[in-house]
């Protein structure tokens, strides 16, 4: 059986430190006359139950957006494992009926409109644990689909020092969905687009003026 999309809450990560941008939160960015995480939320939202923004420091700077906020519940710059746990504690304490979560960037602001339910029906009578989304021959490990149950699990990895994403989700099974490459006119994206720089977020500007159905 598929898993619903009243089953898994949505966990949008913003806990890079974003060096290449010269800091700050790449999501508050204005990307085409709008913050980047509005263009995510577009998106993102409509394929969850509910959001959840993942972010350290005060929260008060998300509050425009009217999402709830959760901290990372493991100290120090871990990387986007605790991320996705501290999406998971807050699915399980805020939206018991979530089995999963569902998690994007703040800072993609193209992400497929069917990103969720590809996922989930990736899932359907298998034996995986994890699927995560590829495009263009690279997996993305920030956009996937997790089990909420994995958390006590995630969380002692975390503590026995793992870090990178594959190292964890391997033990549990991982699959992979890919998605196509993107396309406006005759301008080729990635889906998963992501702005790390000020080039890539001209670029994404680029994009949306090309394009009415990436606005």
Do not use: Y
């Not at 120090?76 to 939206?95: D, F, I, N, Q, Y």
Request: glycine share 10%; proline share 6%.
């Amino acid at each position: 059986m598929v898993i619903s999309k009243d089953a898994i809450t949505g966990v949008l990560l913003a806990g890079g430190q974003s060096r290449r941008m010269g800091g700050g939160d790449k999501g508050l960015l204005e990307l085409a006359s709008r913050p980047m995480l509005a263009r995510v939320l577009d998106r993102f939202a409509p394929q969850v139950g509910r959001v959840v923004l993942n972010a350290n420091g005060d929260p008060a700077r998300f509050s425009a957006f009217g999402l709830p906020v959760t901290a990372d519940t493991i100290e120090g710059s871990v990387g986007p494992l605790a991320g996705v746990l501290a999406g998971m504690r807050w699915a399980a304490k805020e939206t018991p009926a979530a089995t999963h979560i569902a998690t994007a960037s703040t800072d993609a602001p193209f992400v497929p409109l069917d990103l969720v339910v590809k996922l989930a029906q990736a899932l359907e009578n298998r034996n995986e644990k994890v699927v995560l989304a590829a495009s263009g021959g690279h997996k993305h490990p920030v956009i996937g689909l997790w089990p909420v149950e994995l958390a006590d699990d995630l969380e002692a990895a975390l503590n026995d020092g793992v870090r990178k994403v594959l190292h964890w989700t391997d033990r549990h099974g991982t699959l992979e969905v890919d998605f196509p490459i993107a396309k406006v006119g005759e301008l080729e994206f990635d889906p998963f687009f992501n702005a790390n720089t000020p080039e890539e977020l001209a670029e994404a500007e680029a994009l949306i003026k090309a394009g009415e159905g990436l606005n």
